[in-house]
């Protein structure tokens, strides 16, 4: 089954105690992207990452850093979390073009809480 | 440039009524966009998706939206509210993908629509 998989789901931890949120996708894409979620603002782009080795800011980058050192996975990072990082986070895997077309596949999405 | 912008931040109906949310984008490519749906405490699942085939397109839960590139829109109905409808939806315009394989652009949200349906 096609999936994006984020872990965990909900965690809460205290200020600058480094922390890392997984996400995996079993679909080869290429592209993979993080959002944040609050209340009022919508989904914020965090970073994005259009192929191994190759990663971007995306609107609200501050605070977090992202590698992709294999196609699959796209861990996020918070090295010093801070309370203003409390949020629901999503992790995004897009299939590009080809015959069924362009498509954002979603994870599960991961409830943070930072005291 | 791509963007999105959801015209109503709520929109409340009854239920039986029609529903009617509104979304506008800016591109300089003809583009693809999409409309998920987000139930309060889940993930986002996709409803529809427009990408150049037919201008107006169905989707799942009886939700259809019409690309109108005159008005730059690619507003989301339903002619009938249901309850299960009560949810956040968003227009979304993903990276311009070119037939060379390559790709640029970011995957854009709208502001969201939160859709309440009265008894």
């Known amino acids: 089954e096609a999936q994006v998989t984020q872990n965990p789901r909900y965690l809460i931890t205290v200020t600058g105690k480094k922390l890392t949120v997984t996400c995996s996708q079993n679909?080869?894409?290429?592209?993979m992207s993080w959002y944040r979620q609050d209340p009022g603002l919508g989904l914020r782009q965090i970073y994005y990452?259009?192929?191994?080795?190759?990663?971007d800011k995306g609107d609200v980058p501050e605070g977090y850093k992202v590698s992709r050192k294999e196609k699959r996975n796209f861990p996020l990072i918070l090295e010093s979390p801070s309370p203003n990082q409390t949020s629901l986070y999503f992790c995004a895997s897009l299939r590009l073009g080809g015959q069924s077309g362009t498509e954002a596949f979603f994870g599960q999405g991961t409830r943070l809480t930072v005291v | 440039a791509q963007s999105v912008t959801q015209l109503d931040s709520h929109v409340s109906v009854s239920e039986g009524t029609p529903v009617l949310l509104r979304c506008n984008y800016s591109s300089s490519y003809s583009p693809s966009l999409f409309w998920y749906v987000q139930h309060p405490n889940k993930g986002l699942q996709l409803l529809l998706k427009y990408t150049s085939a037919a201008t107006l397109v169905k989707g799942i839960n009886g939700f259809e939206a019409e690309f109108k590139k005159s008005e730059t829109s690619f507003h989301l109905t339903k002619p009938s509210a249901h309850m299960s409808d009560a949810a956040e939806y968003f227009c979304?315009?993903?990276?311009?993908?070119?037939?060379?394989?390559?790709?640029?652009?970011?995957?854009?949200f709208g502001q969201g629509t939160i859709l309440t349906v009265h008894p």
């Open positions: 979304v315009s993903p990276p311009i993908f070119r037939a060379g394989g390559t790709s640029y652009g970011k995957l854009t």
């Open positions: 990452s259009m192929n191994v080795e190759v990663t």
């Open positions: 679909m080869n894409h290429e592209y």
